[in-house]
């Protein structure tokens, strides 16, 4: 007689923890952007501009394009924000969810702003320099 394998009830409920867990600290992270739109907007446009990697006419006009794109992220459902980071999600192994949409914005939209002069650095590079101001300001 054939031996019956049964998927462990433990393992299930591990797995399940886990991944609920990853969905929690993604809500908390989105929540968390409301409280931080003006010192983060600042902290970013900042970093852009002066490692060189965006170059623009106006700082301030930069900031404000930030600003709307995290106020954009704090009312999106999930949807909305898996759909803006569906082509960036591969850039590093673990992505926080604000510096990946922030990303996303910063290469697909902002690229096309009337302030922007360029975009400079790779993806990756734009991604780094946006990620150490999300974890300065959103620990």
Do not use: W
Not at 33 to 39: G, L, N, S
Not at 129 to 138: A, E, H, L, S, T
């Amino acid at each position: 007689m054939a031996k019956v394998f049964r998927t462990s009830t433990r393992e299930s409920s591990l797995l399940s923890k886990i991944e609920s867990s990853k969905e929690y600290a993604r809500r908390k992270a989105v929540e968390r952007v409301k409280d931080c739109i003006e010192p983060l907007s600042n902290g970013i446009s900042m970093k852009l501009v002066e490692n060189n990697l965006v170059e623009t006419t106006n700082k301030n006009v930069l900031e404000e394009q930030i600003v709307k794109c995290l106020e954009r992220l704090s009312h999106s459902d999930d949807f909305d924000i898996d759909y803006k980071n569906a082509p960036f999600r591969h850039i590093v192994q673990q992505p926080h969810v604000v510096s990946l949409y922030v990303t996303a914005f910063v290469i697909e939209t902002l690229i096309n702003h009337k302030a922007v002069v360029d975009i400079f650095g790779s993806d990756e590079e734009i991604y780094s320099c946006i990620n150490q101001q999300v974890r300065k300001y959103m620990p």
